[in-house]
């Protein structure tokens, strides 16, 4: 979900990093997100067969040489069930602006590739403007894509626009395949506590949502919350989502220890110019990985124990900060 401004990254990144411990010329950057998230779906199907993996961004991934006429890298393909897309039709440069067609072409190549390989796509478009929130979801269902017009980028609300919502039914969905719409819900900061939260999204017939495993940054959602959160306002039943970002560490998060902000564990690299608190990683070392998934304490295990019917992984473009 976050923007990157990629040639401050690069300036922040010769200047602040500390590369200068570790050769990494020779690494494949593409390769080794391909490989985390594999990791990710491996150990995660393992304990729930039906868990969805969906990374979002990053979609050069799903070719072998990231290129739009490489051949498909079936590895990833076979390990996801969908694919994130943010800023598809507006919102690439501005907010409530159309994406440029060359962006938008460039982006469709890949998405199509994913989608006519099995995959789910899932847009989330950043428009406030009614006329354009019809457009994108127009444009969007158009393409096979299933799409969320967000009318804050910081995704802290539930829009009052459309009414009813693009696709609104009252199936029970249990599958990436049947979803119609989706709720992009993953900053509480609107809600008093947990059940106005809870409340605002039940009284809702959004086929999916994809939400913070914490409440307010800090307060793990249970198993019971998690169900409680999968029905609809009509009496359908909806998949919850939970989001997870893997490219980057967060200081707010449960992981955190406050010595690293002066003594930074090897994997840590500068804080992200545009989002304060978010930190670069090193996302193919294994420490880093650890915290992520592949044990009882991980993150991933928080998320499959809390019920949730899969995972939104973000900042999957991690690589286009190394390359």
Same mark, same amino acid.
């Given at each position: 979900?976050k923007k990157? #401004?990629?040639l401050?990254?690069t300036?922040?990144f010769?200047?602040? +990093?500390?590369?200068?411990e570790?050769?990494?010329s020779?690494?494949?950057f593409?390769?080794?997100m391909?490989d985390?998230?594999?990791g990710i779906?491996e150990?995660s199907?393992?304990?729930?067969?039906?868990?969805?993996?969906?990374p979002?961004?990053?979609?050069?991934?799903?070719t072998?040489n990231?290129?739009?006429?490489?051949?498909?890298?079936?590895?990833?393909?076979?390990?996801?069930?969908?694919?994130?897309?943010e800023?598809?039709?507006y919102g690439?440069?501005?907010?409530?602006?159309?994406?440029?067609?060359d962006?938008?072409?460039?982006?469709k190549?890949?998405?199509d590739?994913?989608?006519?390989?099995g995959?789910?796509i899932?847009?989330t478009?950043? +428009?406030?403007?009614?006329?354009?929130m019809?457009?994108?979801?127009?444009?969007n269902?158009?393409?096979?894509?299933? &799409? #969320?017009a967000a009318t804050?980028?910081?995704?802290?609300n539930?829009?009052?626009?459309?009414?009813?919502?693009?696709?609104?039914?009252?199936g029970?969905i249990?599958?990436?395949s049947?979803?119609?719409?989706f709720?992009?819900?993953i900053?509480?900061?609107?809600?008093? &506590?947990k059940?106005?939260?809870?409340?605002?999204?039940?009284?809702?017939?959004?086929d999916?949502?994809?939400m913070?495993f914490? #409440?307010d940054d800090?307060?793990? #959602?249970?198993?019971?919350?998690i169900?409680?959160?999968?029905?609809?306002?009509?009496?359908?039943?909806?998949?919850?989502?939970s989001?997870m970002?893997?490219g980057?560490?967060?200081d707010?998060?449960y992981?955190?220890?406050s010595g690293w902000y002066t003594?930074?564990?090897?994997?840590?690299?500068?804080?992200?110019?545009?989002?304060?608190?978010?930190?670069k990683?090193?996302?193919?070392?294994?420490?880093?990985q650890?915290?992520?998934?592949?044990?009882?304490?991980?993150?991933m295990?928080?998320?499959?124990?809390?019920?949730?019917?899969?995972?939104y992984?973000?900042?999957i473009?991690?690589?286009e900060?190394?390359e």
């Amino acid at each position: 979900m976050k923007k990157m #401004f990629f040639l401050l990254a690069t300036v922040i990144f010769f200047m602040s +990093c500390n590369n200068d411990e570790e050769d990494i010329s020779d690494i494949d950057f593409k390769q080794e997100m391909r490989d985390f998230v594999i990791g990710i779906s491996e150990y995660s199907r393992s304990n729930n067969p039906d868990f969805f993996i969906i990374p979002q961004n990053g979609i050069e991934l799903v070719t072998t040489n990231g290129e739009e006429d490489g051949s498909l890298h079936t590895g990833y393909l076979s390990a996801i069930d969908g694919n994130g897309q943010e800023d598809l039709f507006y919102g690439y440069d501005i907010d409530d602006q159309a994406t440029p067609t060359d962006e938008n072409n460039y982006l469709k190549t890949f998405l199509d590739r994913s989608k006519n390989a099995g995959n789910t796509i899932l847009v989330t478009d950043y +428009c406030s403007t009614p006329s354009k929130m019809d457009n994108s979801y127009s444009q969007n269902n158009a393409s096979g894509y299933v &799409s #969320f017009a967000a009318t804050q980028r910081e995704l802290n609300n539930i829009p009052d626009y459309p009414g009813p919502i693009y696709g609104e039914n009252n199936g029970l969905i249990s599958s990436l395949s049947e979803v119609k719409n989706f709720l992009y819900l993953i900053n509480s900061e609107n809600y008093g &506590s947990k059940t106005a939260f809870i409340n605002a999204v039940t009284s809702t017939n959004y086929d999916m949502l994809i939400m913070d495993f914490f #409440f307010d940054d800090t307060e793990a #959602f249970t198993s019971d919350e998690i169900n409680q959160l999968k029905n609809k306002a009509n009496g359908g039943k909806r998949l919850v989502i939970s989001y997870m970002s893997v490219g980057e560490a967060e200081d707010y998060r449960y992981y955190w220890q406050s010595g690293w902000y002066t003594d930074k564990p090897g994997w840590m690299d500068a804080e992200n110019p545009d989002w304060e608190g978010n930190y670069k990683v090193k996302y193919w070392e294994a420490a880093w990985q650890n915290i992520i998934f592949g044990n009882d304490s991980s993150y991933m295990k928080k998320i499959l124990d809390a019920d949730f019917n899969g995972v939104y992984l973000d900042i999957i473009d991690a690589y286009e900060y190394y390359e």
